[in-house]
């Protein structure tokens, strides 16, 4: 096997100074009864034979590069700089783990202080940490948090959450005890709280923009959980929309969490992204995960550090914030090189174009006779329109003539049926756009 | 790794107005009018392409790395990432799909899932495995969440988790966060769980025993059997922590062992890269009974060999995060388990213990041996003796680095004072051993003769020792 260096004879050799005679005596300690004596029936595959294994399996899924696509929902399309890769197999970076000896991981702990830093530049937030797994357990976590802050046991969430962030947060509220309520929205595919008691709620938790793209108005939601003191957490599923729209801190959320997979990741069939999870200073000690600061070695020259460890399970065991350990640390690293190289101009671009782009889809998708936009308020790079018959159907009509078009909502939001929801990005040309148009318009003089 | 390159600049201190380090394709549709308030400017730094590129590559070079050196952290399988691993991950039939795409358009990456499931639980010897979990610790997390719903379902109340004193920091952690109390059990003057303190344990309220075997110690728990035995008497559930799965892999499987539910780490066993940090993915396996709980979407194959995600399943847990995991791991790890196939990962675990073993014969006399017996992977020495020479574990680690190699997982377990937690892995030769064996009897040397070597250690490193408790007192978080 390639991978393994001992030869034949180093292994004889190395049993001999042990005083051993075989390998099977290292397994005496295991009983009998269960010790296996043949290897499992799985084949062992040349490096030729594996590639071409993996080439033939990767080669039965339609795949977005050479496929033009609307998909959104959380995970999006964007260019990726060719240099990102590049730094990212530097194995020094990826052949390392969690930066338990300082001394020799300042690569990586000055990379994550400056991931925490544009984290904090992108929110407006004071503290970030190294990272959580994803954008639904950093939304999980945050409820956990607030939970651990006020002592009380009712989350309110939005229900235009993400479904998979609330069908998250609901298996970790559980055995918790506590109570998750879900929020309406109002015709307008905006948060609805006039029916909702904000008393005695540990948080109120709002996706901006919402899972139907739509642009929440935070400042109201902010001011409504804080009179009531409770904690406001902003969630987001498209980090590009932080290049448009105003910061978390600016309407006073006390949490910022989310997905990151927009910051210079493709899609991965969903994983690995990148959980974003930041918050206000006063709040530090209650936060999960791994924070980065600034030290001072020996020769008072600066320096990065793990801090705040006894936040950890590491240290704290069961009293610890999270269970966290292993988080996305490459993720983020890919994350900080992205914003990097994008820069002020840069990222404003992307979100801006992702604006521009989303809504040139929309306004032409008007002009299909019976489509129509599900919702009327404001959106950023996403927006769901009620057509005539079945989303899925039209779905696959895109499909046969090599379009994967968008989210039919109904799954997830039982009330939505004929809802579609598609997203452009700076990906989307103005010519897939339009010949998105024309299927539908097709498929809608079909259908008539 | 460079030794000494001094201080270098933060991205943010390097950022020059006017310049910038991608380019974008003009807009090619009509600008529509923004109809919501936009913010101002955001901060972040403008660099052209190759400043970005110099200055992260001279951040790597800061880095001590597993392709640079010996890398013995305990517990944490630091062996060899196979370069193929990295370019299976990276074609664009994996890495460009959309999870919302339909399944008829994912049909490799949803056999690959379903194949990946079939090898795992004959590796383990469980029934079906989720490979929605993101970590190991997430993995305890979802365990807890499946054997809470078991009990649910029978009507039980059970709310004690049992773990014992060398285990991991994240199973108290998960057990914690699961709602669960937990109740910690003693080992005994073997390193394995103690019997007596078990069974004193064990209630009608105990939901489940967290245990990883070979434990912390690298020890094979040579009572698994009747610990089985006890907890299932009591009602209770086995959970395997698969931290230590590369101890025993292909010569025994915690599934015959008489665990009910186990996790894998596939950045451990099956050697994807650890990233600094992450991505990881620890999968869940389960028993059958446990099967109809596991969190959705579940991969089905149906009877004409179509592969299908499954959301209809009333008695799940629910999901443990967004979408099927960390896809792109999941690839890797497919691809190392077909290129060791079962001869390979047999031989990768005999080497990975034969290391491990051959590493603490040459440090033995030196270095006390808390439990002296044949390890599995990893072994636990104790550096209690430096006391007497005013010297704590950390010196040593830190002299390690001095000499040019990663430090062992050090003060953990906690049930051996000033613990260095050695793990070698499969991938080391015998003479990178013999240089680490080499180093650590120097070291005790020095220790003896010349404290100060380790007291004031690393010396070669591109920083000094860093002063963690100035850093802590008021913490800098972010650059200004």
């Known amino acids: 096997m390639r991978y393994f260096p001992l030869t034949p004879d180093d292994r004889a050799e190395m049993l001999g100074a042990l005083g051993l005679s075989s390998t099977e005596e290292l397994f005496a300690d295991i009983p009998a009864a269960i010790r296996i004596q043949q290897p499992f029936s799985i084949p062992a595959l040349s490096e030729p034979e594996v590639v071409e294994r993996l080439e033939r399996l990767a080669a039965k899924n339609l795949n977005a590069k050479s496929t033009p696509s609307f998909l959104g929902g959380g995970i999006y399309r964007h260019y990726v700089p060719a240099a990102i890769k590049h730094l990212l197999m530097r194995a020094e970076f990826y052949t390392a783990y969690t930066p338990y000896q300082a001394e020799v991981s300042q690569g990586t702990l000055q990379a994550v202080f400056e991931y925490q830093t544009m984290i904090c530049l992108l929110t407006g937030m004071d503290v970030s940490n190294a990272s959580m797994y994803d954008g639904a357990t950093a939304v999980a976590e945050a409820a956990l948090m607030a939970r651990s802050i006020t002592g009380r046991k009712r989350v309110l969430a939005a229900g235009s959450l993400h479904p998979q962030y609330r069908a998250t947060l609901r298996t970790y509220l559980h055995l918790q005890g506590l109570e998750l309520v879900e929020i309406p929205w109002d015709e307008q595919g905006k948060l609805d709280l006039s029916q909702v008691q904000a008393e005695e709620a540990a948080c109120l938790i709002v996706q901006s923009p919402n899972f139907f793209g739509l642009v929440e108005e935070m400042a109201a939601a902010g001011q409504w959980i804080h009179a009531a003191g409770g904690i406001f957490v902003h969630a987001f599923a498209e980090a590009a929309s932080l290049g448009l729209l105003p910061p978390s801190a600016s309407f006073d959320a006390d949490i910022a969490c989310g997905e990151g997979q927009s910051l210079g990741m493709p899609p991965s069939y969903g994983g690995p992204g990148l959980g974003i999870f930041a918050a206000k200073e006063k709040y530090v000690r209650r936060m999960p995960g791994r924070l980065i600061g600034e030290a001072l070695d020996a020769d008072g020259q600066r320096a990065f550090t793990m801090v705040l460890a006894t936040r950890e399970q590491h240290i704290r065991r069961e009293k610890a914030t999270s269970n966290i350990c292993s988080n996305q640390a490459l993720c983020a690293l890919n994350a900080l090189i992205y914003l990097s190289l994008l820069g002020e101009e840069g990222f404003r671009q992307v979100a801006e174009q992702c604006y521009h782009k989303a809504h040139y889809l929309a306004d032409r998708l008007q002009s299909v006779a019976g489509l129509k936009p599900t919702f009327a308020a404001p959106f950023f790079n996403e927006v769901a329109f009620t057509i005539p018959g079945s989303p899925q159907a039209l779905n696959a009509f895109l499909q046969k003539h090599g379009i994967l078009g968008g989210i039919a909502l109904g799954r997830d939001f039982p009330g939505l049926k004929s809802s579609w929801l598609v997203a452009a990005t700076e990906m989307n040309s103005k010519e897939q756009i339009d010949a998105l148009v024309a299927r539908v318009a097709q498929w809608r003089g079909g259908l008539a | ?480």
């Not at chain 2, 196979?82 to 370019?87: A, G, H, L």
């Not at chain 2, 099956?270 to 059958?288: D, E, I, L, R, Y």
Request: aromatic share 8%.
């Open chain 2, 1 to 480: 790794m460079e030794r000494r390159v001094g201080v270098t600049e933060l991205i943010f201190e390097m950022s020059r107005r006017g310049c910038t380090g991608c380019s974008l394709t003009s807009l090619d549709v009509p600008q529509a009018g923004i109809d919501f308030p936009t913010r101002a400017g955001i901060g972040l730094p403008t660099l052209s392409e190759p400043e970005v590129v110099r200055h992260f590559t001279v951040l790597s070079r800061k880095n001590f790395a597993l392709d640079i050196g010996f890398y013995p952290l305990g517990s944490c399988t630091m062996k060899y990432n196979p370069k193929v691993n990295e370019d299976m991950a990276a074609l664009p039939g994996f890495a460009q799909l959309h999870p919302y795409q339909p399944d008829s358009t994912a049909q490799g990456a949803l056999e690959l899932l379903w194949e990946l499931d079939r090898a795992l639980c004959q590796i383990t010897g469980m029934d079906r495995f989720t490979l929605q979990p993101a970590a190991g610790a997430h993995g305890e997390l979802a365990g807890l969440f499946l054997i809470a719903r078991y009990f649910q379902e029978k009507g039980e109340k059970r709310d004690i988790v049992l773990v014992p004193d060398s285990a991991h920091g994240t199973n108290p952690a998960s057990a914690a966060l699961a709602g669960c109390q937990v109740v910690v059990v003693r080992s005994d003057s073997r390193g394995g769980v103690d019997l007596e303190d078990l069974q004193a344990k064990l209630s009608d309220r105990v939901m489940a025993l967290m245990l990883t075997n070979p434990n912390t110690l690298g020890l094979f728990d040579e009572n698994i059997l009747t610990i089985a035995e006890l907890v299932h008497a009591a009602g209770g559930l086995l959970y395997y922590d698969g931290a230590n799965l590369e101890g025993t892999c292909g010569y025994a499987r915690p599934g015959d062992m008489g665990f009910d539910v186990v996790h894998v780490n596939l950045h451990k066993t099956f050697s994807t890269p650890h990233g600094g940090g992450g991505p990881g993915s620890g999968p869940v396996g389960v028993k059958q009974m446990l099967e109809s709980f596991l969190p959705v979407p579940v991969v089905n194959k149906k009877a004409d060999g179509a592969f299908t995600l499954d959301w209809e399943r009333p008695q799940t847990i629910g999901m443990m995060r967004s979408f099927l995991g960390n896809f792109l791991v999941a690839v890797k790890a497919y691809t190392y388990i077909l290129s060791l196939g079962g001869t390979g990962l047999r031989q990768m675990t005999a080497d990975a213990v034969l290391n491990a073993n051959y590493l603490l014969s040459l440090v033995k006399g030196t270095y006390e041996l808390p439990y002296d017996r044949i390890c599995k992977h990893e072994f636990v020495l104790s550096t209690h003796q430096f006391g007497q020479w005013g010297l704590k574990v950390t010196d040593v680690a830190k002299r390690l680095l001095d000499k040019g190699f990663h430090a062992p997982t050090i003060a953990f377990p906690l049930i051996v004072d000033g613990a260095l937690m050695v793990e070698p892995t499969e991938t080391e030769s015998k003479s990178a051993l013999e240089s680490f064996a080499q180093a650590l009897l120097e070291i005790e040397e020095e220790a003896r003769t010349h404290p100060e070597l380790l007291k004031e250690a690393p010396r070669n490193t591109p920083v000094r020792r860093i002063d963690d408790v100035a850093a802590n007192r008021s913490p800098v978080l972010r650059w200004k």
